[in-house]
């Protein structure tokens, strides 16, 4: 089994990194769906994103629930899959959780950082979010626990007023009388990609710490209690949340694009090119890694466009990447929108980390090296980071939460 490239972190830095990188995931689609107005219209953006998430949540729910020994088919089991998910990123997505008995559940969110990025853009954009988007996918990411799980509203924006909280209230009710929810058709075409079918390691039971997710729900999840083992486990299963829903993100764009492949590929490449930028930025910062060319390669070995090693073939030396063909290349990930002839996504992480950094690309399509280099002048912000960057999670700060357990009442 190919070593994970976390596993050379400490276990507090692990700590740090997994709740930067559900909120890097979540910050995904504010990469990529603004690219897609012009060309699909409002309408065409909310298609793509309710068949993006519905290809990939069900899947990488699944993975996540057999990972930490939490699989089950009650309201305990959906909530605890929210906790560990990309669409749910702790604190700027602020979940709270109430368990009435094993079939009936409430969340509402204290605090939207979807729903602050898009009210600015008018409730148009707010219904597209908090309606058309979320009754479908909700109901979708319970589909891992239970078919006959139904998410549905308490209250939903638009907001009555400006400062009304919380910003939204839920129900869950698990009930046999419900009709099963139907898989999106997309999601067979997710199911069959490399990225669904990774195997990554085993986490080692005897490893200090916490090593699953089977005891009682937390309020919030206390990532610095779980084993060096398991957090390693989860930074990789958080990596193949974002490649599964970039995959989906993918599929969904090519089907509208149609003919116009030049379209979907740049499409594509922004979003790719928008969240590598703030990615990097995040992960530099929150790992206190050194400036110049040598920070810049050790936040590009953890970075998710090259995670996890088993789906991505990539080996980093003190001023280069080489990135050799990959299960990544054979579902045409992230990794396989970058090389040679595509420089801006691997040039926005690098200036990320120091706008004084560009990266020189040589080889083919699938066999190529990126070298970091230092120049003289420092580069402006590419428009595609600039895009994800007016959203709230780019600059969103976390803090110390304590973690309490969640009994029925």
């Given amino acids: 089994m190919t070593r994970s490239r976390f596993a050379s972190l400490s276990r507090d830095q692990l700590a740090v990194l ?12 504010r990469s990529g769906m603004g690219w897609c107005i012009k060309p699909f219209g409002h309408s065409g953006m909310l298609e793509i994103a309710i068949e993006e998430w519905m290809g990939a949540s069900p899947i990488y729910t699944g993975r996540m629930q057999k990972a930490l020994n939490f699989e089950g088919d009650d309201v305990v089991t959906i909530f605890k899959g929210l906790q560990l998910d990309i669409g749910a990123p702790p604190q700027f997505m602020d979940f ?8 009936h559940g409430e969340f509402h969110l204290d605090h939207c950082g979807a729903l602050l990025d898009v009210e ?46 919380p910003h ?9 009388s419900h009709p099963e929810v139907e898989d999106h058709p997309v999601l067979d075409v997710v199911r069959r990609t490399r990225a669904a079918r990774t195997e990554l390691g085993p986490i080692d039971a005897d490893d200090e710490g916490q090593s699953d997710y089977s005891g009682e729900l ?60 703030i990615a990097a930025e995040r992960i530099h910062r929150a790992l206190g890694l050194p400036g ?77 090296t990126a070298r970091v280099v230092e120049t003289d002048t420092a580069a402006e912000e590419l428009v595609e980071v600039s895009v994800v960057r007016v959203s709230g999670g780019a600059s969103w700060v976390f803090a110390p939460r304590k973690s309490l357990p ?3 009442v």
Wanted: glycine share 6%; aromatic share 6%.
């Fill in 292 to 368: 110049g060319v040598e920070g810049a390669i050790r936040t590009l070995e953890v970075h998710p466009m090259f995670n996890p090693a088993v789906y991505v073939t990539a080996e980093f030396s003190p001023d280069s990447v080489h990135v050799r063909r990959s299960p990544a290349h054979e579902d045409g990930a992230w990794v396989a929108l970058a090389g040679p002839s595509s420089v801006r996504p691997l040039h926005a992480a690098v200036a990320a980390v120091d706008p004084h950094l560009d990266v020189q690309i040589t080889g083919s399509e699938t066999d190529w």
């Fill in 96 to 103: 709270r959780y109430t368990v009435h008995d094993r079939w």
């Fill in 120 to 165: 600015p853009m008018g409730e148009e954009y707010v219904r597209g979010m908090c309606h058309d988007i979320e009754d479908p996918t909700f109901d979708a990411t319970a589909v891992a626990t239970n078919r006959r799980a139904q998410i549905r509203p308490i209250h939903r924006p638009p907001r009555a007023t400006a400062d009304q909280h």
């Fill in 218 to 277: 937390v309020s919030d999840l206390d990532f610095a209690k779980f084993s060096h083992s398991a957090l390693v486990r989860i930074a990789d299963e958080v990596c193949l949340q974002m490649h599964l829903l970039n995959l989906s993100f993918i599929i969904a764009v090519g089907k509208r694009a149609g003919t116009d492949t030049d379209l979907a590929t740049k499409i594509c490449t922004n979003q790719l090119t928008g969240i590598a930028g």
């Fill in 18 to 29: 997994v709740p930067e990188l559900l909120l890097i995931g979540q910050l995904i689609d």
């Fill in 168 to 176: 939204c209230a839920w129900t869950v009710i698990i009930d046999e």
């Fill in 406 to 408: 969640l009994t029925v």
